[in-house]
């Protein structure tokens, strides 16, 4: 075989190679998605323990109504979708938000959440972006109470909240707001209402269960607290008493740090809910609500409605309390606390005193 034709085969072979290659790829545009499907994972890692929970619970398709409350005074609402899938083997939850097109748009807009738990500042750090509005922001936070709240700043500098409530197995609110006077009052901007899609239940989604129960019965289990509770909490004993006051009507929690101030929290029945206010040594009285009271052995979560007594908005105040009764003897409280704008847990583990 000559040189030229030599070269000729092997120019060819290469080329049937590359056509083949092309053809293939033509044929199966799975590569172009290989990423996506690598990207994914089906749980969250084991390394985040109880903290995949804050949003493990809003992985599945969500159908959305946005509403938005402009600067002028008017209200505009749209209609779109959420989505809401672990990535990065687990160890991130990401989301992407879709509003439909509406009036003159031509096509819908789109924007993504990423999610991680920083285990040294113990808080959810989160980057947002929409490339069509060149929109990107950060937030940081976790849960406070029943609710997820993340904090940070806005384009323009401002400071902003965002908050997830009233968290069910099939709805969820999404409220974000903004502070024009650092931090002492906030403007509400968007308020978003998510509904789980129902075909995404019924393809398998793995949806949380809440065991919820009436006031008057969630009331109840709390009333058969009622003694004394003793607890050790970073060395320093801590006594606190429940008892019935007001005709049976309030349950009055006395708790009592050694050689500290007392403090005191009224829980009452408010129609379908439980309300606790907590009077604190601090000065200021954080009034914390339970919408879907729980089984008191599965934890019965109470978060912040409002709070006054304030000086400043960096005061330190209670955003929220989660009371289980593990036995009959045993209780563990976990409250949620903002100090300087930063939120915390203080976890306190009772035994009855017989």
Known sequence: MSDKLRRTVVAVGFGLIAATAVLARAASPSFRTAMIRVLGSETANPSLGDEAQTFDRLVGTWDADFTFHRADGTVARKKGELHFGWVMDGHAIQDLWIGYPMGDQQERTI????????????????????????????????????????????????????TFRDITSDSFQWQGEKSHDGGKTWQLEEDHHMKRRADAISDGAQTPTHDTMTSEAAFKQLAGLAGEWDAVQDGTPVKETYRLTAGGSALLVETTPAKEPSMITMITVDGDRLIATHYCSAGNQPSMASRAPADLHKGMTFSLERVTGLKTPDDWHNTGITITLDDQDHMTQRWTYIYNGQPGTTLFHYTRKR
């Not at 285990?119 to 849960?143: D, E, H, S």
């Open 111 to 162: 924007g993504t959440t990423f999610r991680f738990f920083d285990t040294k500042l113990k808080q959810w750090r989160i980057v947002f972006i929409n490339p069509q509005f060149n929109y990107v922001v950060t937030t940081q936070g976790g849960r406070e109470g029943d609710r997820v709240v993340l904090r940070g700043a806005d384009g323009d500098g401002l400071p902003i909240r965002w």
